[in-house]
T-cell receptor, first 110, second 114 residues
Framework: EDQVTQSPEALRLQEGESSSLNCSYT??????LFWYRQDPGKGPEFLFT???AGEEKEKERLKATLTKKESFLHITAPKPEDSATYLC???????????FGGGTRLMVKP | KAGVTQTPRYLIKTRGQQVTLSCSPI?????VSWYQQTPGQGLQFLFE???????NKGNFPGRFSGRQFSNSRSEMNVSTLELGDSALYLC?????????????FGSGTRLTVV
């Protein structure tokens, strides 16, 4: 059974204080690992897809990396508008569904 | 470009009733998936449709069902509602086999069962 665990559950940062979010996964053949951002009352917003170990992708202050067991979402010099819940999900070759982790709730204080 | 549209946005139903939720995917997207989001269980996969056929189904009771129409619009139905069915129901659409842009989610339907 595919499993995704995200840590920490919640993270408070000061504006400009860089940090990383962790996503540990087990999957029967990784087809893709996805990062999403979700704001309260809204659906998840797509950020990145990673396919194989060693891959990295960047978007503004966010950088996602992938190993065979984990993915990290690095946030550099965050701003208050980066406050949201960040979700990690895996997709196996066996099916098209996404298996989500519980998310990390990020709060960035000015 | 219009996003994924889900209707209604909010719904209050009584235990034992049934409910139908609607999802209009992004134009050209033929794959539609449904997820249930609750504070305790997080996001859980319900089912996925492609070209009017259910391709995958999650671990939910038979009270949860869905369908997809020829224009790719999808509906999900929950019969004999229980209090535990209260959740945010999210629909996601994608271009088949194209993972670069991930799955685009709608804003969801917030269902409250009383």
């Amino acid at each position: 059974e595919d499993q995704v665990t995200q840590s920490p559950e919640a993270l408070r940062l000061q504006e400009g204080e860089s940090s990383s979010l962790n996503c540990s996964y087990t999957v029967s053949g990784l087809r893709g690992l996805f990062w999403y951002r979700q704001d309260p009352g809204k659906g998840p917003e797509f950020l990145f897809t990673l396919y194989s170990a060693g891959e990295e992708k960047e978007k503004e202050r966010l950088k996602a990396t992938l190993t065979k067991k984990e993915s990290f979402l690095h946030i550099t010099a965050p701003k208050p508008e980066d406050s949201a819940t960040y979700l990690c999900a895996v997709q196996a070759w066996a099916g098209n569904m996404l298996t989500f982790g519980g998310g990390t709730r990020l709060m960035v204080k000015p | 470009k219009a996003g994924v549209t889900q209707t209604p946005r909010y719904l209050i139903k009584t235990r034992g009733q049934q409910v139908t939720l609607s999802c209009s995917p992004i134009s050209g997207h033929r794959s539609v998936s449904w997820y249930q989001q609750t504070p305790g269980q997080g996001l859980q996969f319900l089912f996925e449709y492609f070209s009017e056929t259910q391709r995958n189904k999650g671990n939910f009771p038979g009270r949860f069902s869905g369908r997809q129409f020829s224009n790719s619009r999808s509906e999900m139905n929950v019969s004999t509602l229980e209090l535990g069915d209260s959740a945010l129901y999210l629909c996601a659409s994608s271009l088949a086999f194209r993972r670069e842009n991930g799955y685009t989610f709608g804003s969801g339907t917030r269902l409250t069962v009383v």
